[in-house]
Structure formats: C-alpha cells, structure tokens
C-alpha cells in the first residue's frame, strides 16, 4: 500500500514538472503564428500608407474623368473668390485610410489661401495665368502632393515601420516615373513619409511630410519662402503690370514702360496710400507712337493735364476706373487691347 502511495505522487510530480515545460517552451507553430502576424500587420500598414498616393496619381494622370485631387476656386453670392474643399475632402473620406487628423491638417495648410482668395474678386481669377495669388496658393502652380510640375505615374514603399507602441507607424514612399516604351524609373531617394496611427483597429494616415533632394523633411515655412509679404505691402507706390506694359507708380509720376523700348511719363495726384490719379501727359522716351494722341473722332477724348485714370489696390491687385470709358474702348480696338486694361497685378515694390 505503501508503495503505491509513493508511485502515484512520483506520477503526480513528473506529469506537473512536464506541464510547466510545457508552458515555458512554445511550440514552433505558436513563433510561426506570431511571425505571420506582424508580416500581416505590416503588410496592413503598408497598403494603407500607399493608399493617397496610389489614389492621388491615379486622379492626375486621368484624364478622362475630373477628380478633385485638391482644392478648388468657386464665385460666392458677392462674386468674389470661395475655396471650395469639400469635393476633395470627400474624395479622401472615400478611401477610408484617411484619419480627421490629416483632413484637419489639409484645412490648416489651405487657410492661407482660403482668407487671401476672399478678398479677390472672382473676374480676376478668371483673368487668366497672369494673376497667381502672390504665392499663397502654391497648391494652384504645381501639383502639391509630389513638389512638381511633372507628375509621377506609381508609388512604391521603400521602407515600412511600426513603432514599439503598436499604435503609430510609418512609411517611407519613392515616387515612379514611366513613359511609353520607356523602362519604370524609381526614385532612389525617399520622397514622402506617410504617417499612420491605428483608430479604432484600423491603419489611418494622419500626416504626410514632403522631402527635399538632400533628404530633409520640407518645413512649412521652406513652402513660402517666396511668397511675397503683402501684410508690409500697404501702398500702391511699386511695380504692376499685365501681359504686356509695366507700370511703375510713385508719388510723382506714373511710367507706362512698353518692352523696355518706349516709356510714356503721366503726373500723379496721390488720394491716399491706395488710391492715385493718373493725370494726362504726352511726355514720353519712345522709338514708337502708341497712339495715345488719337481721338477717334469723338467729342469726349484725354486732354492734357486732365485726370485720365483713377487706380486702386485691393490685395495685390490694381483696380482702374477710365474718366474716358468710350476713348478706352476704341483704343483697345484700334490700336492695343493690352495697354489700358481694368487690372494690373503687384511686381514688386521698385517704383522707379
């Protein structure tokens, strides 16, 4: 009796002694099933952190159908310039890779652009490429997303990381550039870094940083290093111009230069800082007759010393109100369409 008491509890302590082994030593199948899952998990971020450019490069290179990859210029009831994100937003919700953080930061980025447009007036948008917006909308001189002109025709992810929380991530992307019959040319350098974080079990981006050709990431401040500072600009005295004539305002005198070769010379009453009247004049430097002595056979034409034009600024732009609206008009029709026109837009502060 003895004896089997004593070989059940030797039983008992080797089956106990094989369980905690047991335990402690996963088997193979259990490391294989923990590798699968963090391929999986990285392939989850990838695919998501790829997702906007993906879509992105698939929008501006179709050319068949308009998708809002960007922001957009809309009239508002008052006929001055709206910036219309909603379409676009839209668009980025569609993707559902897309978090509230990167939508906010896509309003943040266009809020300059969207207070300086309200104080455009929409016909001077429609003016053509001559009226850029001073620079506060790069978004409408180059295609934003890849800091270029050209565009790109595919994305790949170069490298993906996720973070020791488990709830961040990253990827770094190099844009690809194909032509027809032309072998795919991928960038060697990162272009962007897509950031993700997990909400809610899902991979969403909420930050994309451009790079520039050293391999820094570009600021935002680097992004408007040339836009032109029009919160200092509050006189009209400086350089405007249209397609074709310059005009330089001062306190004195306004200068009409006409490519470089002829310069008509007009006094100026000054009104206020933003306001001046262009006073009538024959004195020019010119190798040409711009035929601003014609009367056209009308009773009510320029006569000199007399107030011709009344200019005035409005964010970046020169406004002209012509005393002589029925001279003007044959001006631009016989002579040049190009030299009196309603707008001029700023050049710079040289007014000499």
């Avoid at 933003?274 to 009367?295: A, H, P, R």
Wanted: glycine share 6%; with cysteine.
């Amino acid at each position: 009796m003895i004896k089997t008491i004593q070989f059940t509890i030797v039983f008992l302590l080797l089956l106990c002694n094989n369980k905690n082994t047991i335990q402690a030593n996963p088997s193979g199948s259990e490391k294989q099933t923990k590798t699968t899952s963090n391929n999986d998990q990285i392939s989850e971020v990838e695919k998501a952190g790829l997702s906007f450019y993906k879509w992105y490069l698939s929008a501006i290179n179709n050319d068949d159908v308009t998708i809002p990859f960007e922001v957009s210029i809309i009239e508002d009831e008052k006929g001055m310039c709206k910036l219309d994100s909603e379409p676009y937003f839209n668009e980025l919700k569609k993707l559902g890779t897309i978090s509230e953080k990167f939508i906010e930061s896509e309003r943040q980025r266009n809020s300059m652009c969207e207070d300086y447009v309200k104080t455009v007036h929409y016909k001077v948008y429609e003016s053509g490429d001559a009226y850029g917006f001073n620079g506060f909308c790069p978004q409408f001189e180059y295609l934003y997303w890849i800091s270029s002109q050209d565009t790109y025709q595919d994305v790949k992810a170069i490298q993906t990381h996720i973070n020791n929380d488990g709830l961040s991530a990253y990827v770094d992307v190099a844009f690809i550039y194909s032509d027809f019959g032309v072998a795919p040319v991928i960038s060697k350098d990162r272009n962007a870094r897509v950031s993700l974080e997990l909400e809610q079990g899902k991979w969403k981006i909420v930050k994309i940083e451009l790079f520039d050709e050293n391999g820094q990431i570009l600021t935002y401040s680097q992004e408007y290093d040339n836009i032109i500072d029009y919160d200092n600009k509050n006189t009209i005295f400086g350089s405007w111009s249209n397609e074709e004539v310059d005009i330089a305002i001062s306190e004195k005198t306004i200068a009409f230069k006409y490519h470089g070769q002829c310069v008509y010379f007009y006094p100026t009453q000054v009104v206020n800082n933003k306001e001046v009247i262009l006073i009538w004049s024959n004195d020019m430097d010119c190798k040409f007759d711009n035929g601003t002595s014609q009367t056209f056979g009308l009773k009510k034409h320029p006569v000199l010393g007399k107030p011709f034009a009344k200019y005035t600024m409005e964010a970046g732009v020169l406004y002209t109100e012509y005393f002589y609206e029925e001279w003007v008009e044959k001006y631009r029709e016989k002579v040049d369409r190009q030299t009196f026109t309603d707008l001029y837009f700023y050049g710079g502060n040289d007014s000499n």
